[in-house]
């Protein structure tokens, strides 16, 4: 699985340096669903993906929603299991983070998020 860092430009706030990218329609399906947790600097970008569900997961996770220049379009912090995502139009894909980061990282609507591949 290819790795990349997600970083808040307009606060340069590094967001994860560990996301996991699900691009296939196998990978997009299983997400998250088989981790019991996210560590800090763990994320998962769900692309292409309009909006997302915790159907069965375990763990609270905050979401990202990114257009295409990487502008967010919708954040949802804390969002439990078992929990709905509407597609946002415009969504190209969603970033899934530990509960807390949009928070501690001050992420929110308009900010610019930037992910690039992992220097290791």
């Known amino acids: 699985m290819r790795r990349l860092v ?3 430009t307009s606060t340069n706030q590094l967001l994860a340096d ?4 699900a691009a296939t329609r196998a990978e997009r399906a299983v997400g998250l669903l088989s981790r019991t947790s996210l560590e800090p600097g763990e ?5 292409p993906s309009r909006g997302v569900h915790t159907w069965g997961m375990r763990f609270a996770i905050d979401v990202v929603a990114l257009d295409e220049a990487g502008t967010v379009i919708d954040c949802v912090p804390n969002m439990g299991p078992w929990r709905l995502r509407l597609p946002r ?3 190209a894909g969603v970033l899934e983070l530990p509960a807390g980061t ?3 990282s001050g992420t929110h609507v308009g900010h610019r998020v930037l992910l690039e591949m992992s220097g290791q």
Do not use: E, F, P, Q
């Open 102 to 104: 949009l928070a501690a």
């Open 43 to 47: 994320a998962l970008w769900i692309v």
């Open 18 to 21: 560990r996301v996991g990218v």
């Open 6 to 8: 997600a970083r808040n």
């Open 89 to 91: 139009r415009g969504t």
